[in-house]
């Protein structure tokens, strides 16, 4: 089996109307492209997938014209040496083909599955800044829809939003906060830890600059909100040895989280998937990822059906009650919508021979 031909195009998918914030300007989310790759083999296969936000077709381009000819049953799928930040985008193409040709899904290339429902979060692109009201309605959206934990970045009047949340939704709606690294200091961390006591915030996320993990470790120490870090690489072995975290989100190519997690493993740490606020194939890759790895027990940022007017793909990823459900037929088990491809389309399709 050869690949014999790339096709992509890029798109643009505009957000759900309560999310409308992030349609706005030239430098909207919803303004950043992104790439859907169709990968063809001379076997009849072809592998789907999706690029993070901003990659150029150009680079697609150049990286397609290196697997032409190449057969992806003998290719190390751990290390697939494709240009940065293109891994990935491959790497879901390539393991597609070869789940389909061997007839099993993805997770079973990854080692099989842990678990066939991974739990996930919902997300607020809204954050407390004048918003807590706003902010709640969004988290019950999620909670009608059945999620348990929402998202928010950590700005402005947060103990007024996570109030906000508890009545519109109860108690038992679990925060995540991410203030970015915005609070320049851990004293300011710690005062908004104690003001949050009796609200249920499943962690603090990056509270202060990852430059300095001595803070986090710190934090630990003086707060009883679990402390996480988004991070990546060897940065993670530095994390872990200092002590500087309760809870690691991560991410890279389904290998590389594999990887990282396993890192977390050792040190008894639990994961989850980040995620650029995608569509359903790399959604679909997060859930295989996250399926075929032990310490995967967060929710993951698998929120794209909860953001967006379309995903993309013809079966929408199932969630209820949290979960969401592994997709068990060959390959990523996705399917493109390609009359929703071409409604979003913003190029010209590209063809690599």
Same mark, same amino acid.
């Given at each position: 089996?050869?690949?014999?031909?790339?096709?992509?195009?890029?798109?643009?998918?505009?957000?759900?109307?309560?999310?409308?914030?992030? +349609?706005?300007?030239? +430098?909207?989310?919803?303004?950043?492209?992104?790439?859907?790759?169709? !990968? @063809?083999? #001379?076997?009849?296969?072809? *592998?789907? *997938?999706?690029?993070?936000?901003?990659?150029?077709?150009?680079?697609?381009?150049?990286?397609?014209? =290196? !697997?032409?000819?190449?057969?992806? =049953? #003998?290719? +190390?799928?751990?290390? !697939?040496?494709?240009?940065?930040? =293109?891994? @990935?985008?491959?790497?879901?193409?390539?393991? #597609?083909?070869?789940?389909?040709?061997?007839?099993?899904?993805?997770?079973?290339?990854?080692?099989?599955?842990?678990?066939?429902?991974?739990?996930?979060?919902?997300?607020?692109?809204?954050?407390?800044?004048? &918003?807590?009201?706003?902010? $709640?309605?969004?988290?019950?959206?999620?909670?009608?829809?059945?999620?348990?934990?929402?998202k928010l970045k950590a700005y402005g009047q947060v103990v007024e939003t996570v109030e906000a949340i508890k009545r519109a939704v109860g108690p038992d709606m679990g925060i995540v906060l991410d203030p970015n690294t915005g609070f320049l200091y851990p004293s300011t961390a710690i005062k908004l830890a104690r003001k949050l006591e009796g609200f +249920?915030?499943?962690? !603090?996320?990056?509270?202060?600059?990852? $430059? &300095?993990?001595?803070?986090?470790?710190?934090?630990?120490?003086?707060? #009883?909100?679990?402390?996480?870090?988004?991070?990546?690489?060897?940065?993670?072995?530095?994390?872990?040895?200092?002590?500087?975290?309760?809870?690691? &989100?991560?991410?890279?190519?389904?290998?590389?989280f594999k990887k990282y997690a396993a890192v977390a493993e050792l040190a008894g740490i639990p994961v989850w998937h980040g995620s650029g606020n995608d569509l359903g194939i790399l959604e679909a890759s997060y859930l295989h990822a996250c399926a075929a790895t032990k310490n995967a027990t967060l929710t993951s940022d698998i929120f794209g059906e909860f953001c967006r007017v379309d995903d993309l793909i013809e079966e929408p990823i199932q969630i209820e009650k949290g979960l969401a459900k592994v997709p068990q037929k060959p390959g990523l088990g996705v399917e493109l919508d390609e009359r929703a491809i071409k409604r979003y389309q913003a190029g010209s399709q590209k063809i690599v021979t």
């Open positions: 089996m050869r690949i014999n031909k790339a096709e992509f195009v890029s798109v643009r998918v505009p957000f759900v109307q309560s999310m409308e914030i992030l +349609n706005r300007g030239e +430098n909207s989310l919803a303004s950043i492209p992104k790439i859907i790759l169709k !990968l @063809h083999t #001379d076997e009849g296969i072809i *592998g789907i *997938g999706e690029s993070y936000r901003g990659v150029s077709e150009e680079s697609v381009r150049a990286a397609s014209q =290196l !697997l032409i000819g190449k057969d992806p =049953l #003998d290719m +190390n799928f751990q290390e !697939l040496r494709m240009p940065y930040g =293109l891994d @990935h985008l491959f790497e879901q193409a390539i393991l #597609d083909i070869v789940g389909k040709a061997l007839r099993m899904p993805v997770y079973k290339l990854l080692g099989g599955a842990y678990r066939s429902e991974v739990p996930v979060s919902a997300w607020s692109p809204y954050h407390g800044e004048g &918003n807590p009201e706003k902010v $709640a309605s969004i988290a019950k959206m999620a909670a009608d829809r059945g999620y348990s934990v929402i +249920n915030i499943v962690c !603090l996320e990056d509270p202060v600059p990852k $430059a &300095n993990l001595d803070w986090y470790v710190l934090l630990r120490e003086k707060i #009883d909100i679990p402390i996480a870090l988004h991070i990546g690489g060897a940065d993670i072995i530095n994390a872990i040895k200092k002590g500087a975290c309760d809870i690691i &989100n991560t991410g890279g190519t389904m290998h590389e």
